[in-house]
């Protein structure tokens, strides 16, 4: 298993300008509301509630940065749906997510979670589509697999990749963070992506 020797938010970004200065490689993640990315954060940095600060007020439009062990920063994305609605914030941030993807030389892969029990929504398409427009290779994290039926495992994830258009070259992993579940695997496909020798 992955030893976390350091897991510590570093800072909130809203512009380009605020981003730190590009060292460590780095691994975006993205989910729709209620999808268990703050779990999956905790579960994979063994750190019970540090996701908890990309939920603090005022920081719903900016890109959440955290530090693992020295190597790594995990670039938390709260949310979905900046394009839709029409006020200066949401198209800032709009931008800002442009600029991100598309220009940042430290940006490895890009962490979407779903749900595994449903059929991934229109904004799930739309920011797979986004990511791989970029060329950013993609792990797909199935969240709250505990809440499946086994007989339901295969059906559901054939329906995600179906309805993502899922490129066989990513990476689809089942997760579970009560039953610590697909942990070490999406540390895996961390490790590939971003050619860390932490241990």
């Known amino acids: 298993m992955v030893k976390i020797k350091k897991a510590e938010y570093i800072l909130s970004a809203a512009w380009k ?52 062990n020295d190597a790594l920063y995990f670039v938390d994305v709260p949310g979905y749906g900046y394009a839709k609605v029409a006020n200066n914030v949401t198209k800032q941030f709009g931008k800002t997510m442009d600029e991100y993807i598309s220009e940042r030389q430290t940006l490895r892969g890009f962490i979407l979670l779903v749900d595994y029990r449903h059929k991934p929504t229109k904004d799930d398409v739309m920011m797979y ?57 999406a540390w895996n496909a961390i490790y590939e992506l971003c050619d860390l020798d932490f241990e």
């Open 17 to 68: 300008s605020q981003w730190p200065k590009e060292s460590f490689p780095e691994m975006c993640l993205a989910g729709r509301s209620n999808v268990g990315k703050s779990s999956f954060i905790n579960a994979m940095l063994s750190r019970n509630g540090l996701a908890k600060v990309s939920s603090t007020p005022g920081k719903t439009r900016t890109l959440n940065f955290f530090n693992v």
């Open 129 to 185: 589509e986004f990511v791989k427009h970029h060329g950013v290779p993609v792990i797909v994290v199935a969240t709250k697999e505990d809440k499946l039926k086994r007989n339901d495992l295969k059906k559901n994830e054939k329906l995600i990749k179906d309805t993502l258009h899922f490129d066989p070259s990513d990476t689809f992993i089942r997760f579970s963070s009560l039953k610590k579940k697909g942990i070490q695997e």
